[in-house]
C-alpha cells in the first residue's frame, strides 16, 4: 500500500494510492474498515493512483496474542483498539498472563508491547506486572494515538528494559484478526 503525501488529508480518514489489483474489499479489508464505509467515502470507480479517502474505523475490537513457535507454553494475551473521540484518537490496551519472569529471557525488567503498522513508526509502551502470585498478569496501555493501524500491524510482546534492549517476541497477533 502506499499513501500519497502531496494529496490534502480527507476528513476522518487517510489517503490512500490504488495500486494495480486493488479491489475495494481487498483495501478495506488491509485497513479493517467495512466495504460499506469504504464506498460510502469513494463512490467513484477505481483505477491505479486514484487516491482514496480511507475512514477511520470507529469500532473498538480485541484481538487475541498468541505465543510464536517455541513461545511460552499457556501464555496468552488481547489487545484492544478502542478509537475515542473525547480522547483525540485510538486508545491501545495490552493484557497478558501466564509469562514467565521477563529475566527468564536475560537481562530485562519487564514486558513492552509494540504495534507495527506496515508504514510509519512503530509505537511501543511498557506493560505493568498487576499481580503476582499464583500468575504474574501485565497489562498496559495509551490513549491519544493518532498513527494510521490497518489490519496489517502486527502486535508484539516482549521482554525488555527502559533503556531499549529487547528479548524475543513471547506473544503477538495481527490486527486482521480484531474482532
Given at each position: ?35 460499506e464505509s469504504l464506498v460510502t467515502a ?105 498513527a494510521s493501524l490497518p489490519a496489517t ?27
Amino acid at each position: 500500500m502506499s499513501v500519497n503525501a502531496s494529496t490534502p488529508a480527507c476528513t476522518g480518514g487517510q489517503l490512500y494510492t490504488v495500486r494495480p489489483g486493488d479491489t475495494l474489499p481487498s483495501i478495506g479489508s488491509a485497513f479493517g474498515i467495512s466495504l460499506e464505509s469504504l464506498v460510502t467515502a469513494n463512490p467513484q470507480l477505481i483505477t491505479a493512483g486514484l487516491v482514496l479517502c480511507v475512514p477511520v474505523s470507529t469500532a473498538a475490537c480485541c484481538l487475541v496474542l498468541t505465543p510464536p513457535g517455541g513461545g511460552p507454553a499457556g501464555a496468552s494475551g488481547i489487545a484492544l483498539v478502542s478509537p475515542s473521540a473525547s480522547l483525540g484518537g485510538t486508545t491501545l490496551l495490552v493484557g497478558a498472563i501466564n509469562l514467565p519472569p521477563p529475566a527468564t529471557f536475560g537481562a530485562f525488567d519487564t514486558y513492552f508491547t509494540r504495534f507495527v503498522p506496515p508504514q510509519g513508526p512503530s509505537l511501543s509502551f511498557a506493560l505493568g506486572m498487576t499481580t503476582s502470585a499464583p500468575q504474574a498478569v501485565y497489562a498496559g496501555g495509551t490513549a491519544g494515538v493518532t498513527a494510521s493501524l490497518p489490519a496489517t500491524t502486527t502486535v508484539l510482546v516482549f521482554p525488555g528494559t527502559a533503556v531499549g534492549a529487547v528479548g524475543p517476541v513471547v506473544l503477538q497477533g495481527t490486527l486482521a484478526n480484531c474482532r
